[in-house]
């Protein structure tokens, strides 16, 4: 793994289900001897466009506390169907893991 893009679920029925998925990350990456905080990681917070067909989601504040709050990694407001802010996620997904490969390498 030389970098991730972690995509969380806005509605607020998802909760719990990101919390468990970063955990999963989490063990998945320390079985390949991975550590999460010294690999490159970027948070994506999806589905922010379904606030406006009255769908209950999280704000942004509440995500970044259940998830980011220790990893303080770069995070990105997102819609996948409407392709709001995908490039940027990637963009910078892409320069972080080009960093982490260097810095290996040196």
Same mark, same amino acid.
Do not use: C, H, W
């Given at each position: !793994?030389?970098g991730? !893009?972690?995509? +969380?679920? %806005? #509605?607020?029925?998802?909760?719990?289900?990101? #919390?468990? %998925?970063l955990?999963?990350? *989490?063990?998945?990456? &320390?079985?390949? /001897?991975?550590?999460?905080? &010294?690999?490159?990681? !970027?948070?994506?917070? *999806?589905?922010?466009?379904? +606030?406006?067909? /009255?769908?209950?989601?999280?704000?942004?504040?509440?995500m970044?506390?259940?998830? *980011? =709050?220790?990893?303080?990694v770069? =995070?990105?407001?997102a %819609? +996948?169907?409407?392709?709001? *802010? !995908?490039?940027?996620?990637?963009k910078? +997904?892409? %320069?972080k893991?080009?960093?982490g490969?260097?810095? &290996?390498?040196?």
């Amino acid at each position: !793994v030389d970098g991730i !893009v972690f995509v +969380a679920d %806005s #509605m607020e029925v998802r909760r719990e289900k990101n #919390m468990l %998925s970063l955990r999963d990350l *989490n063990n998945n990456l &320390k079985e390949l /001897g991975l550590n999460i905080f &010294k690999t490159p990681l !970027v948070f994506q917070y *999806n589905k922010r466009d379904l +606030a406006t067909e /009255g769908i209950p989601i999280l704000d942004v504040a509440t995500m970044e506390e259940d998830l *980011n =709050s220790e990893l303080k990694v770069p =995070s990105f407001t997102a %819609s +996948a169907l409407k392709g709001e *802010n !995908v490039i940027p996620t990637v963009k910078k +997904a892409i %320069s972080k893991t080009i960093v982490g490969i260097r810095d &290996k390498l040196l």
